[in-house]
Every structure is written in C-alpha cells, then in structure tokens.
C-alpha cells in the first residue's frame, strides 16, 4: 500500500507564532485518518497547510508521490479537495447550487457539466429541485451537502474535512456522516479528517493523532481509543470530557 | 418544593411576509429550586421560550400565555420598567459565545461592577470587591489582573466564566443558561459546568438549561423537557433518559456516534409530521 498523503516535519509560522512544530502523519490510501485536539492545537492549521491554505515554513509534504511547492498547481486540487467547517461562510451567498457546482468544473475545463452537477447532487441525496436554489433557502445539512458535492464534482482521490459536522445539528450530523462513509466506500476516497470530538473520530477514522499546541502528543487507533489504551494525560481528559459531565 | 416559575401555554408568534410563524407553540412547564434542561434543534423554539421568559423576545414578535409568572409576578402584565428591575437582579441569563454577548469596549471588571450598580445602592470600592470576590468564585486565578482585561484578551472559557460572575453578582433567584457551553472546548466545558453546578446548588436557585446536547443535559440536570417544532413533546427525569418513551427523544439519543458502540451506518431520524401536529 502507497502513502497517499506524508507531511513530514511540517512548520507553520505565523509571524513569530509557531502553530505548527514539526508535524509528521502518513496517510494510506484509502484510509480515513483522524486529527483531534482542542482549539488551537494546529489541528486546522495542518489541513490548511495541506490545501495550500497557510504557508509551510518548512517541511515537506508529499501527495501520491508527488512532492509539493509552495504553490498548488490545478493537477493538486483535482486530487485533494476540502469541506470546511461552517456551511453558512463556506458557501458564495449570491451563487445559486448550480453556479457553485459550475465553479470548479469551469476552472478544470470540464465540458459535461451538465451530467457532472447532476449526478453530484443524486450523490449527495439532494434532488435536481435544489439546483436553483441559493444558499439562504437551504438549510444546514443541504448546505453542507452542497459543499460535499462541491468537492466532489473533481472526483478527487484525497477529502480533506475540516468539523464538517459541528455547526449541525445531531440528527442531521449523523446523515452527513452516514453520507461521508457511503461516498468513501463507493469511490475509494482517503479522508482527512478534523474533528475535536473524539466519538466522531472513532466512528469514522480508523488511525488517528492527537494535537496539542501544535505538536502530535500521540497517534492511535481507533482500537485503542475504545479500549482506552492511551499513554498521554492530555489524550485521556479528552476520553473523560467526551464521556459528559459527572458530579464531583 | 415551593414553584419559581410557572408556564402555562406560552406561544411566541413572529408576523413574516409569508404568515404568521409560531416559534413557540404553547410550552407549559413550572420550575422549582432545580436544574431543569430544555432540549431540542435549531428551530425547536428552545431558544425562544428562554427569551420569551426573560423578557427579550423581538419587539414585532408577540408573546402570549394562559400564564407566565415568576415568584407571583405576572411577567405579561409587568410594566417595561418591572421587568427590567427582574431581569438581572432576580432573573439572570448566561449566554452562548463571550465573543459576543459582553461588551467589547468594557473591561470585565466594569461591567460586571455595572451590572451590580444597576440593582443594589454600593459604593465603587465596595463594589470593585464585590466583584473580585466573584471572580474568585468562578475560578478565576488572577481576579485583579482580569478585572482590567478586555473581553478580547481572555479565552472563550475566562469569559464565560467571566459572563458567570455578572450574572451571579446581583444574586438571581432564577438563571437560565442558553447553551453556555457549546461555544468551548471539551475539557473546558466540564470546568465550566462544574462551576456552573456549584454555584447554583450552593445558593439555591433554580436554573433552566437549554441545549441541543441531550446527553450533556441529562447528566446536569434533574429533570429535562424535549421539545420539537415549538412544541414540549416529553417531560422526564434526567435519570430515566433511558426510559424514553417519545420516538424523537430516542432517535435524538440514538444517532449520536459513540466511543466503542460499532454502528455502521447510524441511526438517523425518520421524522414524522405527527410529531408536530
């Protein structure tokens, strides 16, 4: 099996703000691998990175053998795409779905866009009806199939998903979920994936690291997750945090 | 147990260009000295019965209840000016996101020494010690250096707990905390629900918690409300979750991943229109 994402000793600075300290993960293809901390341990900064969305200041990172620069070329992002977090920012507001979808496949040169956007919304469980729709008429969970869609549309071997849940609510959470699992099945997708919820994370990812201020405090699986076989402090308050509140 | 709050058929009614929307469709409830969660998602009217009882329901939105009365007080017939002498001083109300519901231009310490200004007669000195004593109170290390920070120079969890301490200066009888927590971290959310918790054991108040996280809600609270479309669609003990009778409050329970439980795919709620008949 081939690495389909290595970040090797990866830095990020921000004028003098260190967010990344030298972060190394290797991701197989056709893994779904985890990222989990709290605000501010890089856990974002690291997809970011990866998307070419914040500067590395050294480091390398490698996708499907392929060594990248500074800048992303097209070729890249046919490959790697990414969900963000919050439907309502990520969405162009004066942009009906179809133009949205449209974007991307304009950009790549694609020319049967019409099926493409088509089968992208079938994919996602949205119906043609929502094709003329702006963002403001939809609600959470469309939206955030749009933006599923919307990466989608490239066929890319590589999602990167950042809390592409937490701004839903929970029944609507687990259909997204559901839908994300079914969607790497079908088409062999590697997923990155972002959550500060440890549940999700075992639910969906089979490898997972733990970050902290912007260093990786340990990798797991989600074996060890469930049978709490964790060496860290910092890995364990999470396990207790995750279980709810207690008493003292 | 003598009854803080009673509620009885409140309705939130909001006029749009396309008809009448009843956020709120008719909630009865009371409310002892007790910790009481209201559950539901986004568009449940959760929200809006917490405003409707605080008094901070939009002007061109109208409020009506066979009854809404706290400690015998008709809150519907109170004057403008009674209600603003509860709100505060025997009601409080914690809000979600610290970012955005304390004052940015105000240092923490003026504005919980504000809020304590507004309804008791102290004098500025006594007052400032009032509220560092506060800051203490909600764990607060250095109450004397954050007094002077601006909201935009704590954490979200110092401000919450900063947004704790104004709340609980005047001494409420009544607080109700919508979502305090979910704007923070995990690990932080435990501190800051356990602050939360003592505090209001230690001085008996009654506390409605709103949430859409019914698990965290049923472990803080004693008794939770499930709301759906505006409507309360179960009451029960927070001990006897597991014992829900309503297709919703299960389905809700149910599609949560958790750690260790092997559920490919899971769950997900099939709606029915009859719940919101």
Partial sequence: MTAALSVDRLEVVFDRFRA??????????????????????????????????????????????????????????????????????????????D??????????????????????????????????????QLSGGQRQRVAIARALILEPSILLLDEPTSALDASVQAEVLNLLEEIRRRRKLTFLMVSHDLAIITHMCQRLMVMQNGEAVEHLTAGDLIERRVSKDYTRNLLRASEGFVRA | MSTLLEVDDLRVTFPTRTGRIEAVRGVSFSLGRERLGIVGESGS???????AIMGLTPPQAEVTARKLAFDGIDLLAASPRDRRALRGKRIAMILQDPKYSLDPVMSIGRQIVETLRTHEKVGQAEARDRALAMLEAVQIRDPARVFDLHPHEVSGGMGQRAMIAMMLIAGPEMMIADEPTSALDVTVQLDVLGILDRLVSERGMGLIFISHDLRLVSSFCDRVI??????????????????????????????MPKIGADRHPLPVLDRKPEWAA
């Fill in chain 1, 20 to 97: 990344l300290k030298g972060v190394s993960l290797e991701v197989q293809s056709g893994e779904s691998f985890g990222l989990v901390g709290e605000s501010g341990s890089g856990k974002s900064t690291l997809l970011r990175a990866i998307a070419g969305l914040a500067p590395a200041a050294s480091g390398s990172i490698t996708v499907n053998g392929k060594k990248l620069g500074a800048r992303r070329d097209k070729a890249f992002y046919r490959e790697v795409q990414m969900v963000f977090q919050d439907p309502y920012g990520s969405l162009h507001p004066r942009q009906t779905v």
């Fill in chain 2, 226 to 255: 499930v709301m759906y479309a505006g409507k309360v669609v179960e009451q029960l003990k927070a001990s006897e979750l597991g014992r829900a009778q309503h297709p919703y409050t299960r389905g809700l329970l149910n599609c």
């Fill in chain 1, 99 to 136: 133009r949205l979808l449209q974007e991307p496949l304009a950009i790549h040169g694609f020319g049967d866009g019409e099926k493409r956007i088509q089968r992208a919304l079938d994919e996602v469980g949205l119906g043609t009806g929502f094709r003329f729709r702006y963002s403001h």
């Fill in chain 2, 45 to 51: 009217g959760k929200s809006q019965t917490g405003r």
